[in-house]
């Protein structure tokens, strides 16, 4: 269930409540008259399905409440009431296959922010994945992967395709592109800090690495498992499962193959750099694709799961 918290000008609170009670899946419907003083006007409060979620909320947007009140929406951890379960019985569809647009849209917003946290978090995710890849060390690799916060704007990028949103495509687009860009600048200089301290050496980046070998060496399967990780980091976003996302972000190489790129970079290993690059570029366009791909798909069966009587 879903929990909203509506704030409507006293003019426009019936219109409203007439909303809510069209639509099915809602209960637990209070009004509060002229209670709100920033903006003024009245205080709406319901609880609706998830399914129906979206419908609602499509509804008041269309409504202008966004502009002229205000529209809260939060998800209910526990609900004991007859009259929830009643709500979410007649609701069409199930709760964990709804796609809540706005709430997507609004956290792929937030994820594919260019932010000062953003570009630490991919910089010393790419600078852990460097000291993988010299070392040979699987751990630190799957450490990096999970640290690396660029799944953000690559949903976000699916998502304004399907949603058509091209300021958060290009947002998105530009988080993803300065922030691989900044994060691989700082690792070879990294790199070059490391070595002159006997940290690092190319030996060792160009020694046996049966660990890590395969960032610099793309292959079908590269694409493949970005495919798979876009299926499930997308359906973990719109079915609110965020634990999958953990899983999601050591399953594909991006961050170890920029790092990879960056360490070949800096001591002037073009075949590794090239191989590390095609790997990061391949591990990218299969979870835009794949996720574009799934939110359409989705779109499609859920629309035609509310058309059905």
Same mark, same amino acid.
């Given at each position: 269930m879903l929990h909203l918290r509506l704030i409507t000008p006293a003019g426009q609170t019936e219109e409203v409540v007439r909303l809510i009670e069209r639509t099915v899946g809602t209960t637990h419907l209070v009004v509060l008259p002229g209670t709100a003083r920033d903006p003024a006007g009245d205080?709406?409060?319901?609880?609706?399905?998830?399914?129906?979620?979206?419908?609602?909320?499509?509804?008041?947007?269309?409504?202008?409440?966004?502009?002229?009140g205000s529209i809260a929406v939060e998800d209910i951890g526990l609900s004991l009431s007859r009259r929830a379960e009643e709500a979410e019985r007649k609701a069409p569809g199930e709760g964990a296959d709804a796609v809540l647009w706005e709430g997507l849209i609004e956290a792929t917003h937030e994820e594919s922010t260019l932010s000062v946290t953003y570009l630490a978090f991919i910089t010393l995710a790419t600078m852990i994945a460097a000291c993988g890849v010299v070392l040979d060390n699987a751990v630190l690799i799957v450490g990096a992967m999970a640290?690396?916060?660029?799944?953000?704007?690559?949903?976000?990028?699916?998502?304004?395709?399907?949603?058509?949103?091209?300021? #958060? &495509?290009?947002?998105?687009?530009?988080?993803? %592109?300065?922030?691989?860009?900044?994060?691989?600048?700082?690792?070879? +200089?990294? *790199?070059?800090?490391?070595?002159?301290?006997?940290l690092f050496s190319k030996d060792q980046l160009e020694g046996a690495?049966?660990?890590?070998?395969?960032?610099?060496?793309?292959?079908?399967?590269?694409?493949?498992?970005?495919? #798979? &990780?876009?299926?499930?980091?997308?359906?973990? %976003?719109?079915?609110?499962?965020?634990?999958?996302?953990?899983?999601? +972000?050591? *399953?594909?190489?991006?961050?170890?193959a920029a790092a990879n790129a960056a360490v070949a970079l800096a001591y002037g290993d073009t075949s590794q750099t090239s191989g590390s690059t095609v790997q990061l570029l391949l591990n990218l366009l299969g979870i835009v694709l794949a996720g574009t791909v799934t939110l359409l798909a989705q779109k499609y069966f859920w629309e035609r799961r509310r058309q059905r009587p």
């Open positions: 205080l709406v409060l319901c609880d609706v399905a998830r399914e129906a979620g979206d419908q609602l909320i499509a509804g008041l947007r269309r409504l202008g409440l966004e502009d002229t640290v690396g916060p660029e799944f953000g704007p690559l949903a976000g990028i699916s998502a304004a395709l399907v949603r058509r949103r091209p300021r #958060l &495509a290009w947002r998105s687009v530009f988080a993803l %592109l300065v922030g691989f860009a900044v994060a691989m600048s700082l690792t070879s +200089a990294f *790199s070059l800090l490391m070595d002159a301290t006997g690495r049966p660990n890590t070998g395969f960032i610099y060496a793309p292959d079908w399967f590269s694409f493949v498992v970005a495919v #798979l &990780a876009g299926i499930a980091g997308i359906l973990s %976003l719109t079915s609110a499962k965020s634990g999958a996302l953990v899983g999601v +972000a050591i *399953s594909v190489t991006t961050v170890p």
